[in-house]
C-alpha cells in the first residue's frame, strides 16, 4: 500500500526545531544551501494538484519557472545535494516529493556550476513505499494512429536510503500522408506513369512544340495506350500531371521502445551515497515514398513518339516504396558519494554513457537494369518488370560514442566577514570521450574521435550587507559573487569560463540580481562525429522562387567545428508581494554575444546561398537538387530579450475552524496552481561569415526556415480538490514573417496558440466502497484541444505546398487516456 510514513515530530519542541535535527551536514533537510530566496515554491498539495503521474510530466507542466532565461534546462538537485544524474530524480513517482524548490541561476555556483541555469531542488518524504502499475492508451483524432505506454515502479524511501526501480514499454504508430490533408505538389514532374522534359529544362521536341502551339518543356504521358501520340502529349503540353504520395509515404515515424531503470542510494558510516543505472533501446520506421526515376528514352524506341532522346521522370509505384530504420541504444551508470571533511562538504560524481545508433537509409533503385531495356526497346510508359528494379540503394551508418567522467565539488564557508559567512567552492573534474562512425554505400565515409577534457574550478560568494547581521542595514541584503573555470580540451586547447554578479534583497520580497559570464565551450561530441547520412524525397521549399522540391537531404556531423564563445549580461527582479501568500512575480533582462556559435542552416535564402554555396546543389535548369544540414560555426550572433514570470499556488478560500474534541478533520480545501511566462526579443541579428551581411532574425531574416516572433508566452494551471481536478497549459507565438523579394517565397507566419487540457479523477472517491477502486486514478488529456497548426501564407495569398498545415504538424491533436494502480 503506498505509504508515506514520516514521524511527528517530538511534543516538545517546534516544528522547525524538528526538522532542523534531520542535518546531513548542513541547514535543514533537503533545503538547498543558498542566501538567494526561491524564485518558486511548490508544496506536495500543488504537486497533487497538477495530476501528473510522472516526475517527466510534473517538470513540463512547470517548466516555465524552471527554464532560465536563455532557454537552458535546469540542474537538479535532490534534497538540497547533487546526483550522479537527472535520471534519479525522474525515477521517482510525485507523491514521493514532499516539496520542490527552483532556485536563479546564481545559487549554481555552490554546486559546482556556471551561473546560466537554474536549480530545481526536489525535496524527498522521509519514508514512503510505493508500488505502481500504469498504462496509457491513446492516439491522434484524424487518421487513428494509436499510442501507448506501460509501467511498473516501485519506490521505498526510509530516511537516507532509497530505493526505485521501473520498467517501461511505449508504441507509437507512423501518420500516413493518407491519413492528411496533403495537396500534391504541382511542381514535381514525377508521376506514377510518367512525365516528358528536355534536357536541362530545353524544349522536348520541336514536332511537340509545333502540335501544341508554342515551345513544350514538359507533358504528362498519356494514360490511354492509343493516345500515346504526339497529339496526345501535346493534349496537356506543359501542364505536368501531380500525383498523390499519401499511400506510399509517413510523415511520422513508428516507434517501438523499451527502458529499464534502477537507482539503489544509502548511507555508509560518514558517507552517503547513490547508484543509477539504465538502459533503453528505441527503433524508428519510417517510408519515405516510392523510388524516382529519370530514364532516358531514345527515340529509337518503338512506343516514343519522338525524334530524339527525351527524359522520363517516373514514380516506381511497381516495386515497394523506399523504407529507412534506425536503433539507437543507450547505457548510463552512474555514481554519487557525499561526506564531509573538516569543515568542507564534498561530494564526487561518476558518470559512464554509451550510445550505439545503426540504420539503413534506402535512397533509391539500380536504374542500370532498366535503362539498358529501355535501350532494348521495352516500353518505358508500362510498368516495369520488378526484377529490373531489385537492386536497392542503401546507406548503412552506424555510431557508437562513449563518455567516462569524473567531477569533484567541495563547498565551505572558511572564514566570516562582518556580514557572513564566505561561501567558496572548488571543482575538478575529468572527462575522456571517444566516437567511431561509419557509413557503407555509395559515399563511404569513416571518422574515429577521442576527446580528454580536465578542468578546475574556483567560486566565492561574499557578503556585503546584511540586516540579519546589523551590518549596513539600510541596504538589506548585499552580496556579490565570482567564479573561474580553467580547461583544457584535446583539439581545441585551453578554454575559460568566468563570471561576477550581485546579489541584492533591499527588503523582504524583493531580489535583485545582476550577472556578467564569459564562457567558452567546444562543441558537443556528437555535432563532431556523427555519420554522414543522405535521405531522399524530401520536401523542402526553395527561398529562391518559393517551389517545393522533392530533393535529397544529407546530414551528418562535422570534425572542423570550432570552440563557441558567449558572453551573457542578464539583470533579474523576483518580487514575492505577500510574506504568506505563494504569489511571485519575475523579470530578466537578458543581452547575449555568441561567437562562433554552433549551428545548422535549414533555409538557404537568396542572401544565404552567395555565403554558403558548398552547402546546397541545384541542377542545370537552376532547381535545388540537395541539401547539406551539417552544423557549422555562426560568426556572431547578438541578442536581448525580456523575459516574465508570474507563477502562484495555494488553497481557496478561507481555512476552516480547528475542529473540537473529538470531531473528524476537516475537509479538505480546493487546491490551485497557476504560473504564465511571456517573453519578448528587443533584436536578434545573426552574421554567419566574416564580412558577410547580417541577418536580422526578427525582421523577416531566417536560417531555420520560419520566422522568429518577437513574443511568445507559456501559461499553466490547475485546480484539485481531494484527488479530482483538472489542468491546463498553453503556448503562444506571435505572427513573424520570412522576407523575399520574390513574391511566392515572400512568407507571412500567422500567430498560433496552442491548448492542452486534462482531467484526472480518483476514482476510490467515486466509488468507496470497492476495493479495487482504492488508489486507482483515471486521467484523459487531450494535447492540442483546437487542432491548431501554423499557418503560412506566401506573398500571392496562397499556402506554399511544402508549408501545408499538415506537413508542418502531422500529429495535431491526441487525446489519451492513463489508469494508475498505486499499492
Known amino acids: 500500500m503506498a505509504q508515506d510514513t514520516g514521524e511527528a515530530p517530538s511534543q516538545s519542541a517546534p516544528a522547525e526545531q524538528a526538522v532542523a535535527t534531520d542535518v546531513v551536514v548542513t541547514g535543514r533537510r533537503g533545503t538547498a544551501v543558498s542566501n538567494v530566496d526561491p524564485l518558486a515554491e511548490i508544496d506536495a498539495q500543488a504537486i497533487a494538484a497538477t495530476g501528473a503521474s510522472t516526475v517527466a510530466e510534473l517538470m513540463r507542466t512547470i517548466r516555465g519557472v524552471t527554464q532560465s532565461a536563455s532557454g537552458g534546462e535546469p540542474i537538479f538537485l535532490f534534497n538540497g545535494q547533487r546526483v550522479s544524474s537527472g535520471q534519479e530524480i525522474f525515477s521517482l513517482p510525485p507523491e514521493a516529493i514532499d516539496k520542490i524548490e527552483v532556485l536563479s541561476e546564481p545559487a549554481a555556483l555552490k554546486y559546482g556550476y556556471p551561473p546560466t541555469r537554474r536549480l530545481v531542488n526536489v525535496i524527498s518524504k522521509r519514508r514512503f513505499e510505493q508500488t505502481e502499475v500504469r498504462g496509457m492508451i491513446g492516439g491522434t483524432t484524424r487518421g487513428n494512429s494509436a499510442r501507448g505506454t506501460g509501467n511498473v515502479g516501485l519506490t521505498r524511501l526510509r530516511d537516507n536510503a532509497r530505493l526505485t526501480l521501473g520498467v517501461e514499454l511505449r508504441h507509437t504508430d507512423p501518420v500516413r500522408q493518407s491519413q492528411r490533408d496533403i495537396v500534391p505538389n504541382p511542381d514535381i514532374v514525377f ?22 502551339g508554342g515551345m513544350v518543356t514538359v507533358a504528362p504521358v498519356p494514360e490511354a495506350v492509343g493516345a ?61 515514398g516510392p523510388a524516382t526515376a529519370i530514364l532516358v528514352v531514345p527515340g529509337s524506341n518503338p512506343a516514343s513518339p519522338f525524334a530524339g532522346p527525351v527524359l522520363l521522370n517516373r514514380y516506381l509505384t511497381e516495386v515497394d516504396p523506399l523504407r529507412l530504420h534506425q536503433t539507437t541504444t543507450t547505457l548510463h551508470a552512474g555514481v554519487a558519494v557525499r561526506g564531509a571533511l573538516a569543515a568542507w562538504r564534498w561530494d564526487a560524481t561518476i558518470a559512464l554513457d554509451q550510445k550505439r545508433v545503426s540504420g539503413a537509409t534506402q535512397l533509391g533503385v539500380d536504374l542500370a537494369p532498366a ?42 564557508m572558511p572564514f566570516d566577514v562582518p556580514a557572513g559567512g564566505v561561501n567558496m567552492t572548488l571543482t575538478a573534474e575529468a572527462e575522456r570521450s571517444s566516437a567511431i562512425s561509419a557509413t557503407r554505400g555509395a559515399n563511404p565515409s569513416a571518422l574515429s574521435l577521442g576527446r580528454t577534457r580536465i578542468e578546475g574550478g574556483f567560486a566565492i560568494d561574499l557578503p556585503i550587507a546584511s540586516k540579519r547581521e546589523d551590518v549596513l542595514p539600510a541596504l538589506g541584503e548585499l552580496s556579490v559573487n565570482g567564479a573561474a573555470t580553467v580547461r583544457t580540451v584535446g583539439g581545441f586547447g585551453g578554454l575559460n569560463d568566468r563570471s561576477y554578479g550581485m546579489s541584492w534583497a533591499p527588503f523582504p520580497g524583493l531580489q535583485m540580481l545582476a550577472q556578467i559570464k564569459h564562457s567558452e565551450a567546444a562543441p558537443n561530441f556528437e555535432m563532431l562525429s556523427s555519420p554522414i547520412v543522405r535521405i531522399t524525397n524530401v520536401p523542402a521549399f526553395d527561398y529562391r522562387n518559393g517551389r517545393t522540391e522533392l530533393i535529397t537531404v544529407i546530414q551528418g556531423g562535422n570534425p572542423d567545428l570550432l570552440a563557441e564563445r558567449r558572453q551573457v549580461r542578464s539583470l533579474t527582479m523576483t518580487l514575492k508581494p ?105 533584436s536578434d541579428r545573426l552574421q554567419l561569415m566574416p564580412g558577410a551581411p547580417t541577418l536580422d532574425l526578427l525582421r523577416g531574416d531566417t536560417v ?120
Not at 388 to 405: F, I, P
Not at 619 to 638: C, H, K, M, W
Open 191 to 212: 508521376d506514377a506513369i510518367g512525365n516528358i522534359t528536355g534536357r536541362d529544362g530545353a524544349e522536348i521536341d520541336p514536332a511537340l512544340s509545333a502540335a501544341a
Open 371 to 412: 535503362a539498358a531495356a529501355i535501350a532494348g526497346g521495352v516500353d518505358p510508359f508500362a510498368p516495369l518488370d520488378p526484377a529490373l528494379l531489385s537492386e536497392r540503394q542503401t546507406d548503412r551508418a552506424r555510431l557508437r560514442t562513449r563518455n567516462g567522467g569524473i567531477k569533484t565539488v567541495a563547498s565551505s
Open 228 to 288: 500515346r501520340t504526339l497529339a496526345g502529349f501535346a493534349a496537356d503540353a506543359n501542364r505536368p500531371r501531380p500525383f498523390d504520395l499519401g499511400p506510399y509515404r509517413w510523415l511520422a515515424p513508428r516507434n517501438d521502445a523499451v527502458k529499464g531503470e534502477l537507482v539503489l542510494a544509502d548511507r555508509i558510516g560518514d558517507l552517503s551515497g547513490s547508484l543509477n543505472l539504465s538502459a533503453e533501446q528505441s527503433r524508428d520506421r519510417n517510408v519515405s
Open 578 to 682: 505577500f510574506a504568506k501568500r505563494e504569489l511571485r512575480l519575475s523579470a530578466t533582462y537578458d543581452a547575449t554575444a555568441i561567437r562562433n556559435q554552433t549551428g545548422t542552416v535549414y533555409a538557404f535564402t537568396p542572401q544565404i546561398e552567395p555565403i554558403l554555396p558548398d552547402l546546397f546543389v541545384r541542377d542545370g535548369a537552376g532547381r535545388l537538387v540537395s541539401q547539406t544540414f551539417q552544423p557549422i560555426n555562426f560568426y556572431r550572433e547578438d541578442q536581448r530579450a525580456l523575459n516574465l514570470t508570474i507563477s502562484a499556488n495555494g488553497p481557496l478560500g478561507r481555512p476552516p475552524p480547528p475542529p473540537a474534541t473529538g470531531a473528524p478533520p476537516a475537509a479538505e480545501r480546493v487546491f490551485f496552481y497557476v504560473g504564465a511566462g511571456p517573453s519578448i526579443k528587443f
Open 704 to 823: 531555420t526556415g520560419g520566422g522568429s516572433p518577437r513574443l511568445s508566452s507559456y501559461a499553466y494551471g490547475g485546480i484539485s480538490h481531494r484527488g479530482t481536478g483538472g489542468t491546463f497549459d498553453f503556448w503562444y507565438g506571435g505572427a513573424n514573417r520570412v522576407r523575399n523579394a520574390d513574391r511566392a517565397a515572400n512568407l507571412r507566419f500567422a500567430a498560433i496558440f496552442k491548448l492542452n487540457m486534462g482531467v484526472f479523477v480518483g476514482l476510490d472517491r467515486l466509488l468507496p466502497k470497492q476495493d479495487w477502486a482504492r488508489k486507482l486514478q483515471l486521467k484523459i488529456d487531450i494535447s492540442n484541444v483546437t487542432d491548431a497548426r501554423q499557418s503560412v501564407r506566401d506573398g500571392n495569398g496562397r499556402v506554399p505546398n511544402r508549408f501545408q498545415r499538415d506537413y508542418l504538424d502531422p500529429v495535431g491533436r491526441t487525446i489519451s487516456l492513463t489508469l494508475r494502480k498505486l499499492f
